[in-house]
């Protein structure tokens, strides 16, 4: 069973959509989580820590439940510029990598 | 601030060539990996320190080395390269493996000819 499990999309969005991704985790002693996003041939960068309480980032909403064993990030106005790669990444001995989810802002 | 610093950028070999790739950071972060990422693919771990003179293998070692004689510097070996090891290969570091997120180098372009 993999460490973190990923919806691989592709989501196609108009922009202005209120968009969300889901990922599921295995080991429930995580102990950090993070959202990534991965432009096209580029490194991942950091989009955003999750933390238990939930946090939000302007247009970006995270959250974390640990009884279910997920996390989800919601992005609300989409804008072209969105459209990118979305990893989701768990902590244990190492950093788990969810293998993304593709996400096209439409016009 | 420089941050996480790969090289090279683009590199092309022929079938059985030996390399190094480079990887150093400047931010005094104890964890440190490598991850290769072919077309369409996810990220997939090949090997990562915990500190100076410690490594550990990912989940696809064979083929790679790596050492880590210094904080700031993690090479990745290639021995004797095939053409199944063209890929993207990052370079990440991090303060700790618990807590903290990790930030990538931009990345080598590697083809094996």
């Known amino acids: 069973r993999k460490e973190v499990e990923q919806d691989p999309g592709p989501f196609n969005v108009p922009e202005g959509a209120t968009v969300a991704f889901n990922c599921t985790y295995s080991?429930?002693?995580?102990?950090?989580f993070f959202w990534y996003r991965q432009d096209c041939r580029k490194e991942p960068k950091l989009l955003m820590s999750?933390?238990?309480s939930g946090n939000e980032d302007g247009r970006f909403t995270a959250q974390l439940n640990r009884a279910s064993q997920y996390i989800s990030l919601l992005i609300r106005d989409s804008k072209l510029s969105d459209s990118a790669t979305y990893l989701c990444v768990v902590t244990g001995n190492q950093f788990y990598f969810g293998t993304g989810t593709s996400l096209t802002v439409i016009p | 601030n420089a941050g996480v610093t790969q090289t090279p950028k683009f590199q092309v070999l022929k079938t059985g060539q030996s390399m190094t790739l480079q990887c150093a950071q400047d931010?005094?972060?104890?964890?440190m990996s490598w991850y290769r990422q072919d077309p369409g693919m996810g990220l997939r771990l090949i090997h990562y320190?915990?500190?100076?003179?410690?490594?550990d293998q990912g989940e696809v070692p064979n083929g790679y080395n790596v050492s880590r004689s210094t904080t700031e510097d993690f090479p990745l070996r290639l021995l004797s390269a095939a053409p199944s090891q063209t890929s993207v290969y990052f370079c990440?570091?991090?303060?700790?493996?618990?807590?903290?997120?990790?930030?990538f180098g931009d990345g080598t372009r590697l083809s094996i000819l």
């Open positions: 931010m005094n972060h104890e964890y």
């Open positions: 320190s915990v500190g100076a003179g410690i490594t």
């Open positions: 990440a570091s991090s303060r700790n493996r618990e807590h903290q997120p990790q930030h």
């Open positions: 999750v933390y238990s």
């Open positions: 080991n429930s002693a995580s102990q950090s």
